[in-house]
C-alpha cells in the first residue's frame, strides 16, 4: 500500500496578527511544521500550536527562516554559514523546549520561505542547515525536494531526508516549485486533489508548463494560509483514502 505524509506551516500568527487557519487543519495532516519566531510565530503561539499538534496526534517540525518578520521570511538575506548555522540552531532550539514541556519530541526540520529555496540551489547553505539539524539530533528529518542541493548532501552526510512535493504550488520541470500559486482562489479542489493522488500512487506530475515529468513525494505539504486551505486538505484526504493510500508521518 503506498502511503504519504501531509505536512503543513503552522504557528505564523504573532502578536494580535492571526494568519493560517491552524486548528482547521491540524485534524487533516501528520506533521506540523511550526515558526520559530523568526519570520512568523511568536513563545505564545509557538506553546499553543505545539499543544494543539499534540491534541490531534500530529508529529511537530522546526519552521526556521531567515530574521525577516516583515517580509515574512520570503525575502532573501545576506548571511554568512555560521550565522545561518546559528539562525536554525536557535530557532529549533527554541521550539523544542516548548516541545519538552509536553513530553514530544521534533520529529523533522523543514526551512522556511527564501531560507528553503536558496538552500535547493546552494550547496554550502545546504551543508550548513544539514550541519545544524545532524547536531542538534542525528534522528530529525529534513524536509527537502528532491532535486535539490539539500536531497543530494543529505545522502552524503548521512542526514534522514523525506522527499516533498506540493500541493497547492506549481512544480517545474527543474524539480523545483512555483512559490506564489496562481489566482487567488482555488477553483478545482477535486483537481488538485487529483494531482496530489497522481504525485503519490505514480510518481508524476503535470508541471506549471504543461509537462508531465516525475516526482517522488514522501510528504506533501498543503499551506495553512492557501484560500480553502481546509477544504483542499480535506478532499485531498478524502481522495487519497479512496485510493487506499495511507495517511501517515514520515516516522509513521
Partial sequence: MAKIDLNCDMGESFSQYVLGNDEEM?????SANIACGYHGGDPHVM????????EYDVKIGAHPGFP?????????MAATASEVKDYVTYQMGALREFARAEDIQ?????????LFMKAMRDRDLARTILEAVHEADPNMVVFSLARSEVYEEAQKMGVPVAKEAYADREHTKEGSIVMTRKGSAIEDYDKMAERVVRIVTEGRVITNEGEDVKLEAETVCIHGDTPGAPKLAKTITEALQSANVDITSVKG
Fill in 68 to 76: 525577516d518578520l516583515l517580509g515574512f521570511g520570503r525575502r532573501d
Fill in 106 to 114: 521534533l520529529q523533522h526540520c523543514k526551512p522556511h520561505g527564501a
Fill in 47 to 54: 506553546r499553543k500550536t505545539v499543544k494543539l499538534a499534540k
Fill in 26 to 30: 491540524m485534524q487533516y495532516i501528520t
